[in-house]
């Protein structure tokens, strides 16, 4: 039956189309149209595109040259900024603030994977007393400003005399407060048939055997999602190493880069540019490799950048 | 589906839940004890799945936002015990304080002028983008870069850079005639020069706006042009109501991060504030009170502030929102 319709419909098709002259014109224009869309959008990626690639250039320019010469190219070339840079400044080599960010980064993966995948299925899949009121109380966090809260946690880890150590920074991150994870595998969750889990439960399996080889395994893309923005945002978080890391050694790069910016901005530039660049540098390869999972998981969960 | 549908069908979800629920756990003559028992393990389950969670939100979230109100109201400064002064800091904030009053007004012109821009762009771009599918995955990830980068304090020192006397920016203005020198020292241009910084990470929301023009069916379109609609009419009459939910979700996500810019207002003027306290927005004050001044009462009144400011547009979103947001598949 198919096979005969489907050239009945494609003839019917053909045959109401318009007469052939309009419409080779009107393909014409069509892909004139296209062609100033593509080159529109090219000029605006251009634009948005130019600090980085300024950026880039610039780390190659002696610092003598900034206020000099403002286009692109570095008129004398050098890689003196990278040789200079990674020496380190405070008596700390470069490569042991990338460390620190990089445990930082990582430790805070594991914990906001572990944390938000139990609390989801929680959420998603346990019918409990107070359900809805802590469901609710979550997506409440989700909108809070967290100044509000900085305060009494640095007074909290003062206390604690965690001060100046990695904790403040990693241990929330075990305890899911980043709610917008929580949430996204819980949407996550809910999409998956519950078939499967009726019949494990059927066969008496409970919900750590549910969740950890039903649920776990569907999950993954929900994340690896949350993995590669839980990095993202943490290798670029300020305002916590800000507050809680006092020692130099210690510093994640955020904070070593103000210690650029602050002692040689006025007279290095160039080293300042470069060591921007080179923090920059995980999250651009990153994002390189990722873009398609990045900006779909944006598009489909509503996730911040 | 947009995470705003969702947020309302969850909720509604978890509502239907817990009134199944209180009904199961009354309990009653129908229920026998073994449902009874199940109901109870369920409970046993559903807490221990939760107690990471649990204790964050209470350890970290609940108890430290409930002592800060109490901060709220006395003078504490990390070595001697809070003391109480009432409505002291807040009093203090509104009658006797310049510095706390210019923060909030370069604050809202922040993010009052940077939001509506920064979106404008957003679903403007998303529409050109919409128009034809030739490279656009290229075109959607080169400017989704901004908004992942664009809170670093990397970028921020670029930013600083390109805006300086003689830089990039400066430099080209020069070439069409126009002198406007560096944006950075100058009082009049740094707000500007931030909402820059905030429009030029227009990729968030522009992607988000993305997915859901993607999701108009076609047929509203074709059936307004039969009806003789033009290209305004159509985007007033069929985008705009059909994007509603999507406008609504990016205007409350925006407004609220705009309000909590720091990390970048911080390092462009290392720290101080300045030009003439032209970049001391709202948190950046809000850091310089409570931790290097040490007066973590009245940074804790600030904090509240800003709760309360956050919790009014949010309400007057909501509430305004069953107005002008459509939801498909909704009468109207």
């Known amino acids: 039956m198919s096979t005969i319709e489907v050239p009945r419909a494609e003839f019917l098709e053909i045959s109401t189309d318009q007469p052939a002259q309009p419409r080779r014109r009107r393909i014409k224009r069509k892909t004139v149209n296209t062609v100033i869309w593509m080159v529109a959008l090219l000029a605006l990626t251009a634009i948005v595109l130019y600090p980085l690639v300024w950026m880039l250039f610039a780390t190659f320019k002696p610092s003598s040259e900034f206020g000099q010469n403002p286009g692109l190219m570095p008129e004398n070339p050098t890689v003196d900024n990278y040789v200079k840079v990674v020496e380190g400044i405070a008596g700390t080599p470069l490569w042991r603030f990338f460390a620190n960010s990089l445990f930082i980064a990582v430790m805070a993966v594991i914990g906001t994977l572990f944390s938000s995948a139990l609390a989801a299925y929680a959420f998603a899949r346990i019918k409990f007393r107070g359900v809805g009121l802590l469901f609710a109380a979550m997506i409440g966090t989700l909108l809070l400003p967290f100044h509000v809260i900085i305060i009494p946690q640095y007074i909290m880890f003062n206390k604690l005399e965690l001060v100046d150590t990695y904790w403040p920074l990693i241990l929330p991150k075990f305890l899911a407060t980043e709610a917008f994870f929580v949430f996204l595998i819980v949407q996550f969750i809910r999409n998956i048939p519950r078939d499967m889990d009726e019949a494990a439960r059927i066969d008496g399996a409970g919900h750590l055997r549910i969740f950890f080889s039903i649920i776990l395994p569907l999950i993954k893309p929900a994340l690896i999602t949350s993995a590669i923005f839980t990095f993202i945002w943490t290798w670029n978080d300020f305002l916590g190493p800000l507050l809680y890391i006092n020692t130099p050694e210690e510093y994640p790069l955020p904070i070593a880069l103000k210690l650029y910016n602050d002692q040689t901005s006025t007279s290095d530039y160039g080293a300042t540019m470069a060591v921007s660049f080179l923090a920059l540098l995980p999250i651009l390869i990153f994002f390189i490799v990722f873009q398609r999972f990045l900006v779909d998981g944006v598009a489909t969960q509503g996730l911040k950048g | ?332």
């Open chain 2, 1 to 332: 589906m947009t995470t705003t549908q969702s947020i309302v069908t969850a909720g509604a979800d978890a509502k239907a839940m817990r009134r199944e629920l209180r009904r199961a756990e009354r309990g009653g003559p129908s229920m026998s004890p073994g449902r009874r028992r199940a109901a109870r393990r369920e409970s046993v389950a559903g807490y221990g799945f939760l107690v990471p969670w649990l204790i964050g939100f209470l350890g970290l979230t609940l108890g430290p936002m409930l002592y800060s109100l109490y901060l709220a109201f006395t003078k504490y400064n990390l070595f001697k015990d809070p003391e109480w002064v009432g409505f002291d800091n807040f009093v203090r904030m509104f009658t006797d304080d310049p510095q706390f009053m210019q923060s909030v007004q370069i604050t809202l012109v922040y993010v009052l002028v940077g939001t509506p821009i920064k979106l404008a762009a957003a679903l403007g771009i998303a529409m050109l983008l919409n128009y034809r599918n030739k490279g656009s995955g290229f075109f959607r990830s080169s400017f989704y870069a901004p908004s992942l980068i664009g809170a670093s304090v990397s970028v921020a020192i670029v930013w600083r850079a390109m805006f300086s006397t003689d830089g990039p920016v400066d430099n080209s203005l020069s070439f069409f005639g126009i002198d406007l020198g560096g944006w950075v020292g100058n009082v009049a241009l740094v707000v500007p020069m931030m909402i820059l910084l905030a429009v030029w990470q227009f990729g968030a929301p522009m992607v988000i706006f993305l997915a859901g023009l993607k999701q108009i069916p076609q047929e509203l379109y074709e059936a307004a042009e039969m009806d003789g609609a033009g290209p305004v009419r159509k985007f007033r009459s069929v985008t705009i109501p059909m994007l509603s939910s999507v406008i609504f979700f990016n205007l409350l996500l925006e407004l609220i991060n705009a309000f909590q810019i720091f990390a970048s207002a911080y390092i462009i003027s290392n720290g101080s504030g300045g030009p003439a306290g032209m970049t001391n927005f709202y948190t950046v004050y809000l850091y310089k009170r409570g931790f290097a001044d040490l007066q973590m009462g009245y940074a804790s009144a600030m904090a509240w502030v800003l709760v309360i400011v956050v919790a009014i547009i949010a309400f007057i979103l909501f509430k305004t929102s069953t107005r002008w947001v459509h939801y498909a598949g909704e009468n109207r």
